[in-house]
């Protein structure tokens, strides 16, 4: 009884998908400080022209490089999982499928646009790319593509991860990746930062301040600036996730989904998988669409769609996506992938048409669900990826309840292999939920009222 | 041009191939505290006879269980694959192809004979096991097998490895096995060493010991002992690594290997991949087979070929195998599955027939291969298979020198990701080579002055 299906590495996809060319609103441009937009030229600084023009694409297909694909090969195509020891623990009707992106040598899906995010700033004759790192999921990726490809890598890693959680910093150097704790004194944001307030645990805000500064003020000007979720080229560079699985599942004769599911923090991983579908739903195909966020960070499900800073510094232009406010600091859940003010503007923009039906869950559900999952399915899930997994479950117990067939796709978009300490303590019994009150909400938004709000009138063009 | 070759589930071998089968001389009983073969009876209270009568079959072939398979298709066929960046790293004209057992829910080959072990205890009717690990690995992947299979599962591990090194300790509490410091207030074994030593740091002797009297001494009579490697049985179990390495040769035309590498602590992953083409080396195919290894605990390579005691404590029966002597404690290498005073009897007798070349390399370089390896493959690799991948540049570079092609196997054993801390302790110079110096290599091996010799004069029996 097969619970794997493979692809051949020469059925791998060879285009991405651009939901930007689908989206029945045109896709609002990002602000400048003016409140115009921004040129693509004025990020020139950041990032290379070749990634700046596939953020502003209107292509719906866009070939992924051979030496992309070549990199790639290491880990995908990645195995589509059909969950049937799940299935069989839950007694359910449904099937659960699933793209395992934790086979990939940094754990997770980030390495898909890391090697090629990459490879395009090396053909752009770029040397160095700096960036930011939370927990340091990101920052391995990149610390990883760099690697292969000769690209030196900074990383500004939030102090305090920098000091408790040194084992993702250990996996950046094994790769050869240079990381500082942020705020260092290597930037003058750092700088000051750390001249005021010399104990600071540091913040993601600062941390991408210091990274750009690092990046726009190099004198060689041979370095850039690297994201690894959020942005239109980061989306454009997951979808391979969601066209290998179309691929997999057309194998083996399942030609309808009807719910696809993956949790969003960024956005990244989400939109890898789920942007096909959202294509053949807006081509009228009955399907669910679910992003799954945590309760103690509902962008998605509760925040405005507004124009919003991506960092606390306001180093970013202005996004149009669902946001929280940019100076909201997310209470510290252990999914920290998903602790995230914003949303991808394309995720959001979806959401907005209709398109998706986002969830909010709470941590106690998603570890409960990882338990359940690691005692069946044996592999151990990041904190992000037990939020979809906890969503999966009410899908398969409701289908269970209503006795109906259904066929659910998801996302596990990595392993929880460096992320044990939530398990001991959720076993211990000490973690607790974090549901975002009212009033808290409420004070939060607050700071966008002065901003612009996104044009949803069908006009609004880059 | 591709890396990967994949086995659809429906090809994965359904029979464990048996060396004791082929042999030329016939491997020797193990004998009883009396000097006297121990007979399969002896061992019941231990393990269950289904599991013991593999342990001393001499059949060539044994069919895989059906529902072993299916549990084993969450992670198996493992991919095989070629490492292409690193031949062109090294500019060699060998071709290099290796086993990912990395891709296993705990992590290494482990759970291929843990999930094995736990069903034919629970076919037993056996409800509980006892295990000792030092390190974690095992432990993890018996319990592991143990969520999935429904059985409970006891590990005694080492203290100092329970206090320093916590997440293994967390991976099995997260597949619900219970994880005991020890020397544990549990066993009498136990108690009676923290009255005597209560600040003691604990060892694998003292942890074997505490696991066995838990097993034998359970009333309910449903308790059983499980050991990792060096037994026969287990080296059953993991010949599915050769065996399926085969087909995968086979299907891309590869049908001529020149050099078969594993590193080698009690064997069990070593065996793994080279028994099924030390059958070829016996049917004449002209084929090096490697056994790679620490220069610290150099059991093939310098110990004698005596009867020994498994364990520090005696409590094992006499095993015929290669020992630094049942009392040696290797240095502190980071290769802590490789840190074993024997060897299993199958590996050390295939030595000891001229079937192996065994090598031993330090852990410098076996960290800089593992570098070089993080830096081209991609993956990061466990500090035990790092010990492989320093044998294989060595081929390749030999390759290189003769401008001779040659086709060189070796098993990736596993992962890296919870040993960083080895790799931070290189890449800051904090690392020593430890090789073992003729004087403590003849201090150790007194120990079995008194002891049997095995009898190779291909008339001794079990």
Redesign the interface.
Same mark, same amino acid.
């Given at each position: 009884?097969?619970?794997?299906v493979?692809l051949?590495?020469?059925e791998i996809p060879r285009q991405w998908y651009n939901l930007a060319a689908d989206l029945p609103t045109p896709l609002q441009p990002p602000l400048g400080p003016d409140g115009k937009p921004i040129s693509p030229e004025m990020l020139a600084p950041v990032f290379p022209m070749n990634l700046v023009e596939q953020e502003v694409s209107q292509e719906r297909w866009i070939d992924i490089p051979e030496e992309v694909l070549? =990199?790639l090969?290491?880990?995908r195509p990645s195995p589509l999982y059909r969950a049937r020891?799940l299935e069989k623990a839950l007694d359910t009707p449904a099937k659960i499928y699933y793209k395992n992106e934790g086979?990939s040598?940094a +754990?997770s899906h980030k390495p898909n646009t890391a090697v090629a995010q990459a490879w395009y700033n090396r053909e752009f004759g770029i040397k160095k790319l700096t960036t930011e790192t939370g927990a340091g999921q990101w920052g391995s990726a990149l610390s990883?593509a760099g690697?292969?490809l000769g690209i030196e890598v900074q990383v500004y890693m939030v102090r305090i991860s920098f000091d408790q959680k040194?084992?993702r910093r250990?996996?950046m150097?094994?790769? +050869?990746g240079k990381c500082y704790p942020s705020p260092s004194d290597r930037t003058q944001t750092g700088r000051a930062i750390l001249e005021k307030f010399p104990d600071t645990p540091g913040s993601l805000g600062i941390a991408i301040s210091e990274a750009i500064e690092a990046a726009v003020t190099d004198p060689t000007g041979e370095t850039r600036y690297s994201l690894g979720s959020v942005l239109n080229h980061v989306m454009l560079h997951q979808t391979i996730i969601g066209l290998e699985a179309k691929k997999q599942l057309a194998k083996i004769g399942e030609n309808k989904v009807d719910v696809v599911i993956g949790c969003a923090g960024g956005g990244s991983n989400f939109a890898g998988l789920s942007f096909p579908f959202v294509l053949d739903k807006i081509n009228g195909a009955d399907i669910r669409i679910i992003p799954v966020e945590p309760a103690s960070c509902p962008t998605l499900t509760r925040a405005p769609f507004s124009y919003d800073h991506g960092d606390t510094a306001k180093m970013t232009p202005l996004l149009p996506m669902h946001s929280l406010g940019h100076d909201f600091v997310p209470p510290p859940v252990h999914a920290g992938g998903l602790r995230y003010h914003g949303m991808a503007p394309l995720v959001s923009q979806a959401a907005q048409e209709g398109l998706l039906e986002p969830m909010a869950l709470d941590q106690l559900e998603s570890y409960s669900a990882a =338990?359940k999952w690691?005692?069946?399915?044996?592999? =151990?899930s990041a904190p992000e990826t037990s939020h979809a997994i906890a969503a999966v479950i009410r899908e398969a117990e409701q289908a269970k309840e209503e006795g109906k067939e259904k066929t659910i796709l998801f996302n596990w978009s990595g392993h929880g292999?460096?992320d044990?300490?939530g398990?001991?303590a959720f076993?211990s019994g000490k973690l607790t939920d974090h549901k975002m009150s009212e009033e808290e909400l409420i004070e939060n938004i607050k700071i966008m009222d002065g901003l612009p709000k996104p044009n949803m009138d069908k006009t609004g063009k880059w």
């Open positions: 009884m097969s619970v794997k493979f051949d590495e020469s070549e =990199i090969y290491q880990w020891a086979v040598p +754990g990883f690697a292969l040194p084992f250990m996996m150097e094994t790769w +050869g =338990i690691a005692r069946t399915e044996g592999f =151990i292999l460096m044990l300490t398990y001991e076993l």
